[in-house]
């Protein structure tokens, strides 16, 4: 069912802003999509609206029955409580940077349903870029294939949370369930459509361009066998040069995301199968990174 929803967005069957893609993450919105990051015309929390009603498509059915209702079932949310539902898709080295899903467009919790692939959620990170860079968590917590995640409180509204690209390190996909506020700001169709029109007619006289609020959109295709292959990030590349160039006493090997990776998982004791914003580093080159075996 999956699949046939993927092979339909490459065929451009779903309406223009339930798919927005980016190098190595695909985003899916179903029930309600809004804006968010490079898309806004001014950006910045609480500047976040959703789109016209109609604009994306409904959830799949798939979803209700083996997503949603089994979560109903275990009261895990109350019956009713899902309108949104968004499947991010993420290939080897995607990620998606700290952020707080919008606390005026969203009530708590949100609720996601991990696939594929074991990754992590971290907490309290800051992103640097070109080349990516992602500091330590606050918190680190491992998001195992199957597992179900629940942030409420101060973990949704008091920090951020992101997928840092290292943790990303096979195919992996997540559903992410919230329910829309009632008084949440939303674009209405005029005013999408006059905007839309303004950007086109803009584009055609030199230097009188305007940011204005439009999906991003990237043709770039992923290579099928990427998820099999480990990748080395700039981070890690910059750690073995550190740890080549400097005396012993002095290296910091220790903290190099793998070395992190493998620590926080004995911290968390046996590591067993498990496994949105919302912005995203969009447009960017793509990175150029070595391969190696493990």
Request: aromatic letters at 8%; glycine letters at 6%.
């Amino acid at each position: 069912r999956r699949s046939s929803d993927l092979r339909a967005a490459e065929k451009g069957m779903y309406k223009e802003h339930t798919v927005d893609r980016a190098p190595l993450r695909n985003k899916y919105f179903f029930g309600e999509g809004y804006t968010y990051g490079a898309q806004l015309q001014k950006r910045g929390p609480g500047q976040e609206r959703l789109y016209p009603k109609g604009d994306v498509d409904e959830i799949p059915d798939w979803v209700h029955q083996l997503v949603i209702r089994k979560l109903e079932q275990h009261r895990i949310i109350p019956e009713g409580f899902v309108n949104s539902a968004v499947i991010n898709d993420y290939q080897p080295g995607g990620c998606i940077v700290s952020h707080v899903d919008p606390i005026h467009i969203f009530e708590r919790p949100i609720v996601s349903v991990s696939f594929f692939s074991d990754s992590a959620l971290c907490f309290g990170c800051k992103f640097q870029f070109k080349p990516i860079r992602v500091s330590e968590p606050v918190v680190f917590v491992p998001v195992r294939r199957g597992s179900v995640t629940i942030l409420s409180g101060y973990a949704a509204d008091e920090i951020t949370h992101c997928i840092r690209p290292q943790d990303i390190k096979e195919r992996r996909a997540v559903i992410i369930l919230r329910k829309t506020r009632t008084e949440a700001p939303r674009l209405d169709t005029k005013s999408l459509t006059s905007t839309l029109i303004s950007d086109n007619l803009s584009d055609q006289v030199p230097g009188n361009r305007q940011h204005v609020l439009k999906p991003k959109r990237s043709h770039r295709k992923a290579d099928p066998d990427a998820a099999h292959r480990p990748r080395i990030l700039e981070m890690d590349k910059e750690e073995n040069r550190r740890s080549v160039l400097l005396p012993k006493h002095s290296r910091r090997s220790d903290f190099s995301s793998e070395n992190y990776w493998r620590r926080s998982y004995e911290f968390t004791g046996d590591y067993e199968e498990e496994q949105e914003e919302e912005d995203d580093e969009d447009g960017s080159p793509p990175r150029k990174v070595k391969m190696r075996r493990h």
